[in-house]
Structure formats: structure tokens, C-alpha cells
């Protein structure tokens, strides 16, 4: 009586190792990462503003500013988001920022705008609308501002 061994054949894996590649290789393709870099430099964004608006507050400075600069800004090698003296953040590779430049907090936390200001953060065909009131400073998002 002859027993047989229970397993895969070493064809039969190899096989397998093919199929799943393939598998991943066109899964791969299909996610789009420039909605996760939109909506994380998004969030950046608002809470480098309301940071911002908090030192201004904490400080009662004459004002503390949020700047959305395209060049260097501040001693930081990348392009981003400078928050004065407090943070800097790269700009995600095909990730555009288009809107306010700066913002400037007074020390009751009011921001130097005088109608609703939208930023706008686009990456692919993703697009974040980022909305700054007037009066008190308050950030959120909206399809429309």
C-alpha cells in the first residue's frame, strides 16, 4: 500500500505566484493615491490655519500669519504650508493649492478677510474646497463656498 502526499505541486504554485501577480500589477493601477495627497494636504491646511488662529488668540498678538507660499518660505527647503515660526509641510508631488496666500489673525482671532475666502486644493480629479468665514475665523469644508 502506497501512500500518497498531500500538497501543491511545485507547478501548481509557481501558477499561482503568476495569477496573483498579474492580479496585483492591474489592482495597482486602478487606486488613486492623488485623493488621499488632496485630502491630507487639506487637512493640513485648515489646521494650520486654526493653529494660527489659536497662537493669536493664546498670545494676544497684534498678529500671527498662515502662509500658503509657493516658494521657499521661512528657511524651509520645500513648498507648503508655513505657519510663522511653527510648521512647515511639502507640498505632495501633482498636489496644487490655489486661493488665499496669507492670512493674518488679529488677537480676538478674526482673520484679515472681508467676505468668505475659499482655498482651493486640487490633485487629479479631485478637488477640496476649503471655506474661512469672515468674522470668527471659522474653517470647514463645502462643495461650494
Given amino acids: 500500500m502506497i501512500?500518497?502526499?498531500?500538497?501543491?505541486?511545485?507547478?501548481?504554485?509557481?501558477?499561482?505566484?503568476?495569477?496573483?501577480?498579474?492580479?496585483?500589477?492591474?489592482?495597482?493601477?486602478?487606486?488613486?493615491?492623488?485623493?488621499?495627497?488632496?485630502?491630507?494636504?487639506?487637512?493640513?491646511?485648515?489646521?494650520?490655519?486654526r493653529l494660527a488662529q489659536k497662537l493669536a488668540i493664546a498670545k494676544r498678538a497684534a498678529s500671527v500669519s498662515v502662509t500658503f507660499s509657493v516658494n521657499p518660505f521661512g528657511g524651509c527647503t520645500v513648498n507648503g504650508v508655513q505657519v510663522t515660526n511653527e510648521q512647515c509641510d511639502p507640498l505632495p508631488n501633482g498636489v496644487s493649492v490655489n486661493g488665499l496666500g496669507t492670512v493674518t489673525f488679529d488677537g480676538l482671532g478674526r482673520p484679515n478677510v472681508n467676505a468668505v475666502t475659499t482655498i482651493t486644493v486640487s490633485g487629479g480629479d479631485v478637488i477640496r474646497r476649503i471655506c474661512l468665514e469672515p468674522e470668527t475665523g471659522y474653517v470647514h469644508e463645502e462643495a461650494a463656498c
Avoid: P, W
Fill in 3 to 49: 501512500k500518497r502526499c498531500k500538497g501543491f505541486t511545485m507547478i501548481e504554485l509557481i501558477l499561482l505566484i503568476v495569477i496573483l501577480g498579474i492580479l496585483s500589477a492591474s489592482a495597482s493601477s486602478r487606486l488613486n493615491f492623488a485623493s488621499h495627497d488632496v485630502g491630507g494636504y487639506a487637512e493640513i491646511i485648515k489646521s494650520s490655519i
